[in-house]
């Protein structure tokens, strides 16, 4: 049994348990799971690309750790959507479980993003946030009033 964190769309982050990455797909809710590195290699966030309508919403969180663990900027790090799985990998790359040093790396990472990042990053999911009320007002269907009134029925 592995420990991983699961990043949920609210924003809140659990630790739970998986077995294979077969759990981690069904915590994504996701046929199509991919995943990306940090740059040293030690953690994975697992992650689905194409995301349902109520996952759409950027998963701030996730986001920032990956920032914080990879080379990206805050300019071109990757917006994660949905749900996302942060786990790690043996010398085979089969799923392993994050030990506590791996935790403490990661909150001391996650400590080491400036207020210039943070102020990129809420630029981006802003104008993500907005692209995607324009998407879901353009598309909002119209209403119908095909609708009889209802009459009661005695017995």
């Known amino acids: ?14 630790e739970t348990r998986a077995y294979s990455k077969a759990d981690i797909d069904a915590l994504v809710s996701d046929q199509a799971l991919q995943s990306l590195t940090s740059s040293d290699h030690q953690f994975d966030f697992w ?33 994660l959507h949905g749900c996302v799985v942060l786990a790690t990998h043996d010398e085979d790359g089969d799923l392993d479980g994050l030990s506590w040093q791996q935790l403490d790396l990661l909150i001391e ?8 990042d943070e102020r990129v990053l809420n630029r981006r999911i802003s104008r ?3 692209r995607r009320q324009s998407t879901v007002a353009a598309v909002a269907p119209a209403p119908v009033s095909c609708a009889r009134p209802r009459t009661p029925v005695r017995h």
């Open 1 to 14: 049994m592995n420990t991983i964190l699961y990043f949920s769309t609210n924003g809140a982050v659990y």
């Open 47 to 79: 992650f689905s690309p194409t995301t349902h309508r109520c996952q759409r919403r950027v998963n701030r969180r996730a986001t920032e750790l990956l920032l914080a663990t990879t080379g990206f900027t805050a300019k071109n790090v990757p917006l």
């Open 109 to 116: 990472r996650s400590r080491s993003l400036t207020k210039r």
């Open 128 to 130: 993500e946030d907005a």
